[in-house]
């Protein structure tokens, strides 16, 4: 057994590497409304990475699922100059509910600052989603989404928009990683 004095700087050293590691973590923030069927969600998140590399991580759909958790496929179906349509699967899981998504997007790139995308076919009755990527000073770059989406399925009375919100929370979050981790190796 440690002495109570080694056990509080063991704890006190780890605190302080946790807070160190994530002092280089973005803030991600995200929040989701919606009346009726109606879902609204807003994530932003600000990274000190290269704005090349984001654009190459949120158009790099052939490889989302790898990344991207509830996702099972994503792949391009047509590639017209800057408009792609795209079929993706995945799903909705929270505890014990589980709902199967697929989704037809029609998405229109306007690099390197926007993609916008909306459902087209699969069992999202509307979708409307946009990733945008903003340049601030120092070298830092802020990425924003925002969709509305109604899905073409019942979801669970209580948990449902908790449901959603933990998905794509998860999904955003993933985003930014992959981001962070592309940078970290463009920069080795």
Request: some cysteine; charged content about 25%.
């Amino acid at each position: 057994m440690l002495p109570m004095r080694a056990r509080f700087v063991g704890l006190t050293l780890a605190g302080a590497m946790c807070a160190a590691a994530s002092a280089n973590v973005p803030q991600v923030e995200i929040e989701t409304n919606g009346q009726g069927d109606d879902i609204t969600v807003t994530a932003s998140a600000e990274m000190l990475v290269d704005a090349r590399i984001a654009w190459d991580v949120i158009t790099d759909y052939d490889h989302l699922a790898e990344f991207i958790p509830y996702m099972r496929s994503s792949h391009v179906v047509r590639r017209d100059a800057d408009r792609v349509v795209i079929e993706q699967t995945g799903v909705f899981s929270f505890l014990f509910y589980r709902q199967p998504v697929q989704a037809q997007l029609a998405v229109v790139e306007s690099p390197p600052r926007r993609v916008m995308a909306h459902a087209v076919g699969g069992n999202l009755r509307e979708m409307e989603g946009r990733y945008t990527l903003e340049k601030l000073p120092a070298g830092t770059v802020r990425l924003s989404y925002s969709a509305r989406l109604v899905p073409d399925f019942a979801l669970p009375p209580v948990i449902g928009r908790a449901v959603i919100r933990s998905v794509l929370a998860n999904q955003f979050s993933a985003m930014v990683k992959e981001i962070e981790r592309r940078d970290a190796e463009k920069e080795r």
